[in-house]
């Protein structure tokens, strides 16, 4: 008859309950893994099959209870890293969200709002489109997969334990959060500076014209403009997005000492 002790049970499941806690962190806050589009169910079984493929090759869990107090401490360490790997790549997607808007607003479509799948809050219509280009954007380079790959290394530059990110660690993260406006001002800037000259031209005309509807001939002009903008400056988008992309996976690879 086989008997095991507590210890043992404790280690069994800790080796398998600490890192699925970190997948799963990183999933419910990650973009396109925390998406409204995909279920809770789906997340669940995406960290479980991580999990399952991760355990046996990273190394292994400290034998503690995971019901006490050390244990509740791993697994506060483990929910911290986990968030911050996906607040970081958040981040990048949210630059591309707040540009949409900036460029929205200054094409007097601020008003236009729908639901953005990510988030699952009303932001501009353009600010969708931007955020749709920057989704597929994201997938096309692979992004998700060397998330998944980043991941993966910090069980070996950090592996489970009660020791995990620093307060300098956290002050990097938060001090990252400025990248977010820097990179929408770089995204939005070139439309921007194009609809303050067309509103210029407008004030001009309207003062050497007064009986001139500004009203009905500013908006359809100035949205017109706006589309036009964007269509000649979404090119660039997709260098901003991977330069942006790009800088959010190197303060990941920095902060948990990972390769690459």
């Known amino acids: 008859m086989l008997t095991f002790t507590s210890a043992q049970i404790a280690g069994w499941v800790g080796s398998a309950l600490w890192p ?20 809770a169910r789906i997340r669940i079984i995406l960290a479980l099959a991580l999990t399952w493929v991760l355990v046996p090759v990273i190394p292994p869990a400290p034998a503690v209870d995971p019901l006490s107090a050390e244990g509740l401490l791993i697994t506060v360490q483990q929910v911290a890293i986990g968030v911050a790997m996906g607040f970081v790549v958040q981040l990048v997607f949210g630059a591309v969200v707040i540009a949409g808007q900036s460029i929205a607003v200054g094409m007097g479509l601020g008003f236009s709002a729908v639901v953005d799948p990510q988030s699952g809050v009303q932001v501009p219509v353009i600010s969708q489109f931007y955020s749709i280009t920057a989704t597929l954007l994201f997938l096309a380079l692979d992004g998700h997969l060397l998330l998944i790959q980043i991941l993966a290394a910090t069980f070996h530059s950090l592996p ?68 036009v903008l964007i269509l000649v400056t979404l090119p660039a988008l997709g260098d901003q997005f991977q330069a942006l992309a790009g800088a959010a996976f190197e303060l990941l690879a920095r902060l948990f000492g990972v390769g690459g």
């Open 20 to 39: 699925f806690v970190r997948i799963g962190a990183m999933l419910a806050v990650a973009p396109i893994f925390a998406g409204r589009m995909v279920s």
């Open 160 to 227: 489970v334990g009660p020791i995990g990110l620093s307060r300098a660690d956290l002050w990097h993260l938060a001090g990252w959060g400025t990248q977010m406006f820097a990179g929408a001002i770089a995204i939005a800037l070139p439309a921007l500076l194009s609809l303050i000259l067309v509103n210029l031209a407008f004030g001009m005309v309207t003062k050497a014209a007064p009986q001139m509807n500004i009203f009905a001939v500013g908006f359809p002009v100035t949205i017109l403009v706006g589309f």
